[in-house]
């Protein structure tokens, strides 16, 4: 009795984490067309990566690592974006973690501040890892993750998508479920501080 109630147990916390780590988050309600008001410069001669992060979500250390291997595969043909969400009350350099730095050592990325989370609205981001992709007219061909589950590096649908989009102009997904922490409060656009399994500081 005691070795099935152990098993049972064990197989529970296992399904719970599976669970978890397969749990998308909220998906972005991106515009279809670049929104006129953001700050980040589209170019008209290649399309344009915008990717929103939690500076200290562990989950997106590896849709940092994907985007990585994404731009060794798309040199010179995108223009990358990665926005670091910061709310407004928190201390200079918050958002100025790990993550922060891996993505500024990525050759063709962009890294940025967004105090108080306001590029990451406009562009309708609700979760860590959000990856939108617009032609050089400015509309949306790509919404969704670059990670197959929470914190899992590997094959994807939606890096093999936006490298598709990128190379030979097509690809058979437009849209990939996104694994991560909330970006914003619940029914807030206030930055959320708090993250997965973590506490924040200030």
Known sequence: MVAVLWLSLISCGLWVTWSYQNTPGEQASAPKYWPLTSRIQRTATQPTLVLAIHPHCPCSRA??????????????????????????????????????????SIPGVKVMTDEGGIEAARFGSRTSGQAMLYDTNGQLIFNGGITSSRGHSGENEGRSAI????????????????????????????????????????
């Open 163 to 202: 490298v598709s989009l990128l190379r030979a102009d097509t690809s058979a997904t437009n849209e990939t479920p996104v694994f991560g922490c909330p970006l914003f409060e619940r029914s807030s656009e206030k930055p959320k501080e708090e993250f997965c399994h973590g506490v924040h500081q200030k």
């Open 63 to 104: 849709t940092i690592g994907e985007l990585a291997l994404l731009m060794t595969h798309v040199q010179g043909l995108v223009n990358a974006n990665v926005l670091f969400v910061k709310p407004h009350e928190f201390s200079e350099s918050w958002e100025k973690t790990d993550l922060w730095k891996s993505a500024s």
